[in-house]
């Protein structure tokens, strides 16, 4: 009589995340990850073991059968790029809880995982297109037949996980930069991904490795990376493992805008009766861990540190165009305690011209949770140095969530 192998029992770490590992097959078909067939068939198709509690062969029903020596052999690699989704798919149990990894050109998520005791020849094969090794000891001039059944070691399991990355959309849109990527085990960059750049950022992937019966989150993972910002979601659970912006998940992007004020005035352009119009005022503003860009919206400020990060302020600031009025306006961030920031642009340029929005960027504290924003608009004359017209301050307060 052929043993038959319990299911897999989750290690709990991964259990208290809400990760499924190696379930019923019913509930692999529920999730829509079986490719055909019903749950009966498709376990026997994968090699996920069948546990009948009444089975004489496991005792007490909490010990998995050995493996046999003739007909098995232990795999020796760190992680393997899937070469067979379909397969994978019918191993693997949806992951709902993943965290999202949020970078420019990539933002990860795991989308499915397990963790499984062995696999056989015909899923090795499919997963990784490889023949599957001779038994444990065998001679490989004696014609002896491949193992059908691999083994990743003692204390160890097959990690089988599945992600996709997309466009996040990033802003402000990053200029000259590539988010290279790579899949880590035990901390190494173990796989190379294409880089994502701009316009091609869609990855997936599916990988194998093999780690500790209970993985730490670290054990395999994702890495994207520009310059000296690395980021890593766990491949294992989903939650992010490193990253150079914690503001940037612990409370997100936004920035509301109230209270804010605004300005429509005239400036005598000195030639006759004519007048610059100008309307401003603050009506958006957000946060971003990463700037390198125009000088417009401050230049290569790259990663916050991180206990900070970047205020964006594009300004509501239309007027019409006059050779002879010079714009001497300035813009600064008022903190709660008193202290007052300069944005990164130059401010003898920023509002140098009528066809540029102006954009105030700022590098504030992560902790913050309010500013306000504080616009004093100043004007004179090229040809009458002496003329200079002072309005009243445009102020707006910025809450960020």
Known sequence: MTPRRLPLAPPPDLARRGVLLAGPALLLAGCGLLPTGSADESSQDTGAGDAESGSDDVKDGSEKPAADPATS??????????????????????????????QPYAQVTVTATTLLDSLTAEQFTALTGEEAPLPDGADRFDEVPAATTLLPGELKKFLLTSWESTDPDWTPAPRHVLTEMHITHLRNNDIRLDSADEGDAERRGTVLAIVDASPAADAVTLRAEIGDGVQEISLVDGTIVATPAPRMYSGGLEVQVSEAGSIDTKVPDGFGSDYMSLHGTVEEAYLSPFVKTSLGYGGNLGWAREDEIHLVIPLVWDRDFSANVKEHTEVMLELPDGTELRPAQDQSTMFGSSHRQPIATFTIPADLDTA?????????????????????????????A
């Open 73 to 102: 052999a232990t795999l020796d690699l760190t992680t393997v790029e899937v070469t067979d989704e379909v397969v994978a798919g019918g191993l693997m149990q949806r992951m709902e809880g993943s965290e999202t990894l949020i």
């Open 372 to 400: 306000t924003v504080k616009i004093m608009p100043r004007f004179g004359q090229v040809l009458d140095r002496d003329f200079e017209q002072v309005e009243e301050p445009v102020t707006a307060t910025l809450t960020f």
